[in-house]
């Protein structure tokens, strides 16, 4: 992950954080892709970063396409995703059935449809993954699709004055026709919601840490050995077999893994429901 323009914003805990959300969602929205497409298809790890207008750029996907989604229930903000337009001629030739040549593939209503309802399909999937891990529904807007004709105005209308966005990438791969980047492009407001169930189960909070700190110190039975490691990914662990988290700072993805399986386990109703997460190393 791309720790480097986040740091201001967000810790390194949170953006592994995100990282993991990402790929629950998008990971749910690469199955739902594939059955629309036939063929198998990964969307790869996030590489997370926070971006503002100056140092925000897409020279890799130009001449780009955008698709724009609102969350209508749930959360709120916008979803807006990026690709290129020859990635796009690629999925809509596929939902065609017809190779589409790259000369004559132009954004008319039929093919803006046509990527319209695959990121339907895909952001669809994302929002039921998101419901899950949030706990309560989270519904979608019908996607908007154009081309990126002017990208200081694209700028200017999702980058406004000095703010800072979210800026995800993603590797798309669709078996033996496309391997590509994408972006994901969310407002820190947004992000920050997503954060809540790990800031309330995990205490990321930076003005919380101290006294997580040392309500975890008082909780800890000293009988505890058990290393992370052996706590697997896909149970929760009990509260009075599991250490608190320490104060917040980096963390391997073997982690990560394990306190995001730790809160999904609760939000199902698949452990206690006062379970602490595995130890931060």
């Known amino acids: 992950l791309s720790l480097h323009d986040a740091l201001p914003i967000f810790n390194e805990m949170e953006i592994d954080a995100i990282g993991e959300i990402m790929n629950i969602s998008l990971g749910a929205s690469a199955t739902a892709i594939s059955t629309l497409l036939g063929t198998k298809v990964n969307i790869t790890t996030p590489v997370v970063q926070v971006k503002n ?18 969350y209508v229930q749930g959360i709120d903000g916008r979803n807006i995703m990026m690709f290129s337009r020859n990635d796009v ?3 809509v ?3 065609m059935g017809s190779e589409i040549p790259e000369d004559e593939f ?8 046509a990527i319209r309802e695959a990121m339907n399909q895909m952001m669809g ?26 990208g200081a105005a694209f700028k200017d209308k999702y980058f406004e004055g000095n703010e800072e966005n979210v800026v995800i990438r993603f590797t798309l791969e669709i ?7 994408f972006l994901n492009i969310m407002s ?5 919601k997503l954060l809540k169930p790990f800031t309330a189960q995990f205490g990321m909070g930076e003005e919380e840490d101290d006294e997580v ?22 149970e929760a662990p009990a509260a009075e077999e599991a250490p608190m988290p320490a104060k917040s700072g980096p963390i391997d993805q073997a982690t990560a893994d394990a306190l995001l399986a730790s809160l999904l386990a609760e939000q199902n109703g698949e452990g206690s429901s006062e379970a602490a997460p595995a130890p931060v190393a």
């Open 89 to 91: 001629r690629i999925i």
């Open 175 to 181: 078996e033996d026709n496309l391997k590509s980047e």
């Open 125 to 150: 999937a994302s929002a039921t993954a998101l419901s899950e891990f949030l706990g309560t529904t989270v519904d979608i807007s019908t996607p908007i699709s154009y081309e990126i004709t002017d």
């Open 106 to 113: 132009v954004m008319d209503e039929i093919n803006a449809s």
């Open 93 to 95: 030739s596929m939902m």
């Open 188 to 192: 820190v407001d947004l992000v920050k």
């Open 213 to 234: 700190v040392a309500s975890s110190e008082e909780a800890v039975s000293p009988q505890v050995e058990e290393p992370v490691a052996e706590v697997p990914a896909t």
């Open 53 to 70: 207008k100056e140092n925000f750029e897409f020279r890799e996907l130009e001449p780009a396409i955008g698709v724009e989604i609102a």
